[in-house]
């Protein structure tokens, strides 16, 4: 008997008088549709007035069988399900996906590919963490406002994925052995008239946000983990640094030629809500950073590596990871020797996140429990793919 | 006063600066031939319909104009399509609101489920009859207005709770909960700012208030603007307006009392919101900025046009409110009312009280005497409030929320102490 | 005052007085009670305006309709496991004879009242005459009135204090909230089950 369990038992001991003095809990369903699931999904929290004493999550409802249906389709073919596996990251899973594959193909990409890769995948991060910090704020209560602050943002992002790629949120645009299609000529002006903007609308937000006392009350030592929980639970993202470890995979596990940029991890102190908020707003502009060194040292050169349409991997299994807006985000091929992948697995970080949703939420409000939830910042198509 | 003469169409019917005298010539038309019961029937039809028709069309300007002040805080258009710029849009809301399916959920308790839609008019109507739009302009000008105004509106929770219960679903249970707890918490408030007008003005009329602000040319938000900050947010509070909506709080409890509501049913409730909000923003112009009068002008404007341009101004405030401020929690919410406003509002009754017993027992002169008490009053103000936000602030300011940028450390736990170790010896 | 809209009004809220009044005893759910005591209520409140008795008709809707009936609800809805349908109890004779014994007495009194002064002229100015009959005549009834009131709310404010044991919990999260040690929230809230080996959950060397 730890000191902790002394704890945990004289905790539930409360809840037994609670009940005992006559009280009735009342089991109250959030979702499957509701305003702050963020998609279809189901949480189920036992109140107590307006505590939170169990919670239980259900999902599956937004299950599309994706990596089932992978192995029925080569490898080219199966990159188009990443987009939709997190459709708020699309370029971040495009890339995972393609360096496992190219693990499995022993493929190397190019400089010009690397870099465009690099220059994509953290735009998808600025784009990304607008939305998850808007959002957060609107289930704070604000009401809308900064979600559409937010949003101007990350229009401009998928601007810049439409006249690269033609699409804004499923972009299908990495490739096994590179990138799709070449930068356009009016990619890297824009991307330089937004880089020059955004340190002046960062400064905007943190003036708006940050001191805001209603922020500080609703989001300030709420949804708490501490970082031995968060790393028992294996969380990672955005959700782990806060509670003030810093793992990063762009620095812990380099690819595509992180090693080669300079930047820093932002951590947080408490692990709560707050905390995890203000380490999105810090990464945004610690992926500015990346693209400033970036934009002027794209190399030349080819952007895609030369591997066949229905290239067939050896025999074997590749697992590659990625930071994603969200977290680790892992592909785990394994290969029959055909051209389509024998096994398909996604590591989502959401699910995983998810999970601690349950820990951090018993104890607070309901109120505190959304605000919670929506600072894990889930996509549901991640969840159940 | 220049070359003219006010007295010369004071009192005509065409004198549209105080619509009462239209009023007033009819009802003497019906004495003249009719019983006197006619024409006090005739005045009340004459004043509920002026209401109503006042009433009607704004709610359908307003809608617009939220929604479209609205959008211009989140940096968009707003609505822009339904006739000239979008002003048609409240319209078609309407008929497709009126052509949905009306539900109703199988358990519900049928009869009071049907209405709380209706009756929550009854509440939002009747407090503008003690509203006055000019000297002699109020339907019925009450020598206890200002509690006919809260009598009134605290009887709407009860219309919430109805709609809350019949629906035999937890979201609007709980917003029907909130709604109540709420709205009981912070009609204390609301009264003992409102105590502090009739205290020191000696009247309960909404008129009298009104009037006594212009004999003494001093608007009550100078004299005692803790009491109108604290009215202002206790209406916001019992408006469900953010930061105080929680009781139908979007991302938390759906749409709280009125979930179960489909069609035309929830656009009542919409409606009324909107016209609660109107009427209270029209009292707080009323109460602290002086009414129809102003500093004269009510002689050449029409009063009533004074009194809606400053209605609108308060309005527009609450919609800045409603753009900007995310939503408090109810339990903070509610240690804010029984903790912070109440003992202030509490205190400038005293104050009030003090200062009105000297104004009247030594006989001052108010020209000299109320600024001195305004300023006296403006910096009490400032000091409850800076007083309040060192009390809640003070945790925070202790430990600032920042990040810490690692550049060279990857890792974990070990890492994470090492880091938290680092920016605590950089303090 | 007009004689036919005086009757009319006074017949019309009599009506739904006594109508709403006779709907609670007939009323077999308790909520729906509530709404017709609240019906009953209004109908007094009109009574008091055609008596030109502003003030009271306005403090009765303040009071009984905003307040009184919204406690009722309260009463109801916080009631665990009580009934929420007026069923039969054994209560139900002495209920009766207590209920004779009232009405007997109102219709005494009311009988036995000389109703002259209700015809003179409406006071004018109620409120103040109230304010300060309540100061100076009857102040001593009104004082106790501010006592009684009071220990009503520290009794309220007692019976709602949570006891020592889970006060002390309280107590020591707010602690470790304000000390900024946020592990120890997380311990009181919900202790880690395991203890974790220093940098098990991620490795130095990131893997792979």
Same mark, same amino acid.
Request: proline content about 5%; hydrophobic content about 50%.
């Given at each position: 008997?730890?000191?902790?369990?002394?704890?945990?038992?004289?905790?539930?001991?409360?809840?037994?008088?609670?009940?005992?003095?006559?009280?009735?809990?009342?089991?109250?369903?959030? #979702?499957?549709?509701?305003?702050?699931?963020? #998609?279809?999904?189901?949480?189920?929290?036992?109140?107590?007035?307006?505590?939170?004493?169990?919670?239980?999550?259900?999902?599956?409802?937004?299950?599309?069988?994706?990596?089932?249906?992978?192995?029925?389709?080569?490898?080219?073919?199966?990159?188009?399900?990443? /987009?939709?596996?997190?459709?708020?990251?699309?370029?971040?899973?495009?890339?995972?996906?393609?360096?496992?594959?190219?693990?499995?193909?022993?493929?190397?990409?190019?400089?010009?590919?690397?870099?465009?890769?690099?220059?994509?995948?953290?735009?998808?991060?600025?784009?990304?963490?607008?939305?998850?910090?808007?959002?957060?704020?609107?289930?704070?209560?604000?009401?809308?406002?900064?979600?559409?602050?937010?949003?101007?943002?990350? @229009?401009?992002?998928?601007?810049?994925?439409?006249?690269?790629?033609?699409?804004?949120?499923?972009?299908?645009?990495?490739?096994?052995?590179?990138?799709?299609?070449?930068?356009?000529?009016?990619?890297?002006?824009?991307?330089?008239?937004?880089?020059?903007?955004?340190? /002046?609308?960062?400064?905007?937000?943190?003036?708006?946000?940050?001191?805001?006392?209603?922020?500080?009350?609703?989001?300030?030592?709420?949804?708490?983990?501490?970082?031995?929980?968060?790393?028992?639970?294996?969380?990672?993202?955005?959700?782990?640094?806060?509670?003030?470890?810093?793992?990063?995979?762009?620095?812990?596990?380099?690819?595509?030629?992180?090693?080669?940029?300079?930047?820093?991890?932002?951590?947080? @102190?408490?692990?709560?809500?707050?905390?995890?908020?203000?380490?999105?707003?810090?990464?945004?502009?610690?992926?500015?950073?990346?693209?400033?060194?970036?934009?002027?040292?794209?190399?030349? #050169?080819?952007?895609?590596? /030369?591997?066949?349409?229905?290239?067939?991997?050896? @025999?074997?299994?590749?697992?590659?990871?990625?930071?994603?807006?969200?977290?680790?985000?892992?592909?785990?091929?394994?290969?029959?020797?055909?051209?389509?992948?024998?096994?398909?697995?996604?590591?989502?970080?959401?699910?995983?996140?998810?999970?601690?949703?349950?820990?951090?939420?018993?104890?607070?409000?309901?109120?505190?429990?959304?605000?919670?939830?929506?600072?894990? /910042?889930?996509?549901?198509?991640?969840?159940?793919? | 006063?220049?070359?003219?003469?006010?007295?010369?169409?004071?009192?005509?019917?065409?004198?549209?600066?105080?619509?009462?005298?239209?009023?007033?010539?009819?009802?003497?038309?019906?004495?003249?031939?009719?019983?006197?019961?006619?024409?006090?029937?005739?005045?009340?039809?004459?004043?509920?319909?002026?209401?109503?028709?006042?009433?009607?069309?704004?709610?359908?300007?307003?809608?617009?104009?939220?929604?479209?002040?609205?959008?211009?805080?989140?940096?968009?258009?707003?609505?822009?399509?339904?006739?000239?710029?979008?002003?048609?849009?409240?319209?078609?809301?309407?008929?497709? &609101?009126?052509?949905?399916?009306?539900?109703?959920?199988?358990?519900?308790?049928?009869?009071?489920?049907?209405?709380?839609?209706?009756?929550?008019?009854?509440?939002?109507?009747?407090? *503008?009859?003690?509203?006055?739009?000019?000297?002699?302009?109020?339907?019925?000008?009450?020598?206890?207005?200002?509690?006919?105004?809260?009598?009134?509106?605290?009887?709407?929770?009860?219309?919430?709770?109805?709609?809350? +219960?019949?629906?035999?679903?937890?979201?609007?249970?709980?917003?029907?909960?909130?709604?109540?707890?709420?709205?009981?918490?912070?009609?204390?408030?609301?009264?003992?700012?409102?105590?502090?007008?009739?205290?020191?003005?000696?009247?309960?009329?909404?008129?009298?208030?009104?009037? +006594?602000?212009?004999?003494?040319?001093?608007?009550?938000?100078?004299?005692?603007?803790?009491?109108?900050?604290?009215?202002?947010?206790?209406?916001?509070?019992?408006?469900?307006?953010?930061?105080?909506?929680?009781?139908?709080?979007?991302?938390?409890?759906?749409?709280?009392?009125?979930?179960?509501?489909?069609?035309?049913?929830?656009?009542?409730?919409?409606?009324?919101?909107?016209?609660?909000?109107?009427?209270?923003?029209?009292?707080?112009?009323?109460?602290?900025?002086?009414?129809?009068?102003?500093?004269?002008?009510?002689? *050449?404007?029409?009063?009533?046009?004074?009194?809606?341009?400053?209605?609108?101004?308060?309005?527009?405030?609450?919609?800045?409110?409603?753009?900007? =401020?995310?939503?408090?929690?109810?339990?903070?919410?509610?240690?804010?009312?029984?903790?912070?406003?109440?003992?202030?509002?509490?205190?400038?009754?005293?104050?009030?009280?003090?200062?009105?017993?000297?104004?009247?027992?030594?006989?001052?002169?108010?020209?000299?005497?109320?600024?001195?008490?305004?300023?006296?009053?403006?910096?009490?103000?400032?000091?409850?409030?800076?007083?309040?936000?060192?009390?809640?602030?003070?945790?925070?300011?202790?430990?600032?929320?920042?990040?810490? =940028?690692?550049?060279?450390?990857?890792?974990? &736990?070990?890492?994470?102490?090492?880091?938290?170790?680092?920016?605590?010896?950089?303090? | 005052?007009?004689?036919?809209?005086?009757?009319?009004?006074?017949?019309?809220?009599?009506?739904?007085?006594?109508?709403?009044?006779?709907?609670?005893?007939?009323?077999?759910?308790?909520?729906?009670?509530?709404?017709?005591?609240?019906?009953?209520?209004?109908?007094?409140?009109?009574?008091?305006?055609?008596?030109?008795?502003?003030?009271?008709?306005?403090?009765?809707?303040?009071?009984?309709?905003?307040?009184?009936?919204?406690?009722?609800?309260?009463?109801?809805?916080?009631?665990?496991?009580?009934?929420?349908?007026?069923?039969?109890?054994?209560?139900?004779?002495?209920?009766?004879?207590?209920?004779?014994?009232?009405?007997?007495?109102?219709?005494?009194?009311?009988?036995?009242?000389?109703?002259?002064?209700?015809?003179?002229?409406?006071?004018?100015?109620?409120?103040?005459?109230?304010?300060?009959?309540?100061?100076?005549?009857?102040?001593?009834?009104?004082?106790?009135?501010?006592?009684?009131?009071?220990?009503?709310?520290?009794?309220?404010?007692?019976?709602?204090?949570?006891?020592?044991?889970?006060?002390?919990?309280?107590?020591?999260?707010?602690?470790?909230?304000?000390?900024?040690?946020?592990?120890?929230?997380?311990?009181?809230?919900?202790?880690?089950?395991?203890?974790?080996?220093?940098?098990?959950?991620?490795?130095?060397?990131?893997?792979?």
């Amino acid at each position: 008997m730890t000191s902790a369990d002394d704890t945990r038992s004289a905790l539930s001991g409360t809840i037994e008088t609670l009940a005992g003095d006559g009280s009735e809990p009342v089991v109250v369903n959030l #979702g499957p549709q509701h305003p702050s699931t963020h #998609g279809v999904f189901r949480l189920k929290v036992t109140l107590d007035g307006e505590i939170v004493q169990d919670a239980e999550m259900r999902i599956g409802y937004l299950h599309r069988s994706m990596e089932k249906l992978a192995e029925e389709r080569t490898y080219t073919q199966n990159i188009p399900f990443t /987009d939709r596996i997190d459709y708020l990251a699309a370029m971040s899973n495009n890339l995972a996906y393609c360096l496992a594959a190219e693990e499995l193909l022993g493929v190397e990409v190019p400089p010009r590919g690397q870099a465009i890769r690099v220059l994509f995948a953290e735009l998808q991060r600025v784009a990304s963490h607008a939305m998850a910090n808007g959002t957060f704020i609107n289930d704070c209560g604000a009401w809308h406002t900064p979600l559409f602050y937010m949003f101007r943002d990350r @229009e401009r992002v998928l601007d810049m994925f439409e006249m690269t790629c033609g699409a804004r949120l499923t972009t299908n645009y990495m490739r096994i052995g590179g990138v799709a299609f070449d930068l356009p000529d009016e990619l890297l002006p824009t991307l330089r008239s937004f880089l020059d903007d955004m340190p /002046d609308r960062i400064a905007s937000y943190e003036d708006l946000l940050m001191e805001n006392e209603i922020l500080h009350a609703r989001a300030r030592g709420i949804g708490v983990i501490s970082p031995e929980m968060a790393i028992n639970s294996s969380l990672s993202g955005p959700i782990l640094r806060a509670t003030g470890v810093p793992w990063d995979l762009r620095k812990a596990n380099p690819y595509c030629g992180y090693e080669n940029y300079e930047f820093d991890i932002p951590v947080g @102190e408490q692990g709560d809500c707050f905390d995890r908020f203000l380490v999105r707003m810090a990464e945004v502009k610690q992926s500015l950073r990346i693209l400033n060194q970036l934009i002027d040292n794209i190399p030349d #050169g080819p952007w895609l590596a /030369d591997v066949p349409l229905h290239a067939r991997p050896p @025999e074997g299994e590749a697992y590659a990871r990625v930071e994603s807006p969200r977290g680790e985000l892992g592909f785990y091929l394994v290969s029959d020797g055909s051209p389509a992948p024998y096994r398909f697995h996604c590591r989502p970080p959401s699910l995983i996140n998810l999970s601690a949703l349950k820990e951090m939420s018993i104890g607070g409000t309901l109120a505190d429990a959304i605000v919670t939830l929506g600072s894990i /910042d889930i996509v549901v198509g991640e969840i159940d793919r | 006063m220049s070359g003219f003469d006010l007295a010369v169409v004071l009192g005509a019917w065409y004198d549209f600066r105080d619509l009462n005298n239209l009023s007033r010539l009819i009802t003497e038309w019906i004495a003249d031939w009719g019983p006197d019961w006619l024409s006090s029937i005739v005045t009340g039809l004459l004043g509920s319909l002026g209401i109503l028709a006042v009433i009607g069309p704004t709610l359908l300007v307003l809608i617009w104009v939220e929604r479209k002040v609205i959008a211009r805080f989140q940096q968009r258009y707003g609505p822009n399509r339904v006739g000239p710029k979008g002003l048609l849009q409240p319209v078609a809301d309407a008929i497709k &609101l009126i052509l949905k399916e009306q539900l109703a959920p199988r358990a519900a308790d049928k009869l009071i489920f049907f209405l709380p839609p209706v009756l929550i008019f009854v509440p939002g109507l009747l407090i *503008w009859g003690v509203l006055p739009f000019g000297p002699r302009m109020s339907v019925a000008d009450l020598n206890v207005g200002v509690l006919f105004l809260l009598a009134v509106s605290g009887t709407g929770v009860l219309v919430l709770f109805m709609a809350g +219960w019949s629906s035999n679903n937890k979201y609007a249970l709980f917003g029907a909960m909130r709604a109540v707890a709420m709205s009981i918490s912070y009609e204390v408030p609301m009264v003992l700012a409102l105590l502090t007008l009739v205290v020191f003005s000696g009247t309960m009329s909404v008129n009298g208030i009104v009037e +006594w602000q212009q004999q003494e040319d001093v608007i009550f938000i100078l004299l005692f603007p803790l009491s109108a900050i604290a009215f202002f947010f206790a209406a916001s509070a019992e408006l469900n307006r953010t930061p105080a909506d929680i009781s139908e709080a979007e991302s938390e409890i759906v749409a709280g009392y009125h979930t179960e509501y489909s069609g035309m049913r929830f656009g009542l409730f919409y409606a009324v919101e909107l016209g609660n909000t109107l009427v209270i923003s029209a009292f707080i112009a009323t109460f602290f900025l002086g009414g129809w009068w102003l500093w004269g002008l009510d002689q *050449w404007v029409p009063s009533w046009i004074i009194l809606l341009a400053k209605t609108g101004a308060v309005y527009f405030l609450l919609i800045w409110t409603r753009g900007t =401020l995310p939503r408090l929690r109810i339990d903070q919410l509610m240690s804010f009312c029984w903790k912070a406003l109440v003992p202030a509002t509490l205190i400038f009754v005293a104050v009030a009280a003090v200062e009105r017993t000297l104004l009247v027992t030594q006989g001052w002169d108010t020209t000299i005497a109320l600024p001195i008490m305004a300023v006296i009053n403006i910096a009490l103000t400032l000091g409850a409030v800076m007083l309040f936000a060192r009390l809640a602030r003070s945790e925070r300011l202790r430990r600032p929320a920042r990040t810490t =940028l690692v550049r060279d450390r990857v890792g974990g &736990l070990a890492a994470a102490r090492e880091v938290a170790s680092q920016a605590g010896g950089g303090d | 005052m007009s004689s036919f809209g005086f009757h009319l009004a006074f017949w019309l809220l009599a009506a739904m007085t006594v109508g709403g009044a006779s709907m609670i005893i007939v009323s077999r759910n308790l909520i729906h009670a509530v709404i017709y005591l609240v019906i009953s209520m209004l109908g007094v409140a009109g009574l008091y305006l055609t008596l030109s008795a502003d003030f009271i008709a306005v403090v009765q809707v303040l009071i009984y309709v905003g307040a009184i009936s919204v406690l009722m609800l309260f009463a109801i809805m916080l009631t665990p496991r009580a009934e929420r349908n007026n069923t039969e109890t054994s209560l139900k004779l002495p209920a009766a004879a207590v209920m004779v014994l009232i009405l007997t007495a109102t219709v005494f009194v009311a009988l036995d009242t000389d109703w002259g002064a209700v015809r003179q002229a409406a006071l004018a100015d109620q409120a103040r005459l109230i304010g300060q009959s309540l100061i100076r005549e009857y102040v001593l009834p009104f004082e106790i009135g501010a006592v009684l009131l009071t220990a009503a709310l520290v009794g309220a404010i007692a019976l709602a204090r949570h006891d020592d044991e889970d006060a002390a919990i309280h107590a020591q999260s707010l602690q470790a909230e304000a000390d900024g040690t946020a592990e120890d929230v997380a311990l009181l809230t919900d202790p880690p089950l395991v203890e974790v080996e220093a940098d098990a959950g991620a490795g130095e060397d990131g893997g792979s």
